[in-house]
């Protein structure tokens, strides 16, 4: 079965970091994307970055602006967002999700990345951010 593990996420004052973890399980990690999105209370889903595990090609939704950066561990089926300079707008759950990563290496330019169908969902992990 597939999986996607999220954690890391807790309270953080403004202007503080967090890194959340993405462990993946059941798919050839090499073959796919995986993707972080969040969810804010009363807001759409939107995507934050995601990265194509066989070329590490990176995208990033406009409102990161540098603050954010995904990485990634091949052995260990593991992704990471490193969360800086946070603001409370950030507050959110931040899910991890992964795709084919043809698909999304070959469609995710211009933003296109974040809608596309993304094929299992971790549980999600809590980021809150103090003024």
């Known amino acids: 079965d597939v999986r996607l593990v999220e954690s890391g996420g807790g309270l953080a004052q403004a202007g503080g970091s967090l890194t959340l973890s993405c462990v993946v399980s059941g798919i050839t990690f090499y073959d796919y994307a995986v993707g972080w999105f969040r969810q804010a209370p009363g807001k759409e889903r939107e995507g934050v970055s995601c990265i194509v595990n066989e070329d590490a090609t990176i995208y990033y939704a406009d409102f990161v602006k540098g603050r954010f950066t995904i990485s990634t561990n091949n052995a260990e089926s593991t992704v990471y967002l490193h969360l800086n300079n946070l603001k409370p707008e950030d507050t959110a759950v931040y899910y991890c999700?992964?795709?084919?990563?043809?698909?999304?290496?070959?469609?995710?330019?211009?933003?296109?990345?974040?809608?596309?169908?993304?094929?299992?969902w971790g549980q999600g992990t809590q980021v809150t951010v103090a003024s």
């Open positions: 999700a992964d795709a084919w990563g043809r698909k999304v290496a070959e469609h995710g330019g211009g933003g296109g990345w974040s809608s596309l169908y993304w094929d299992y």
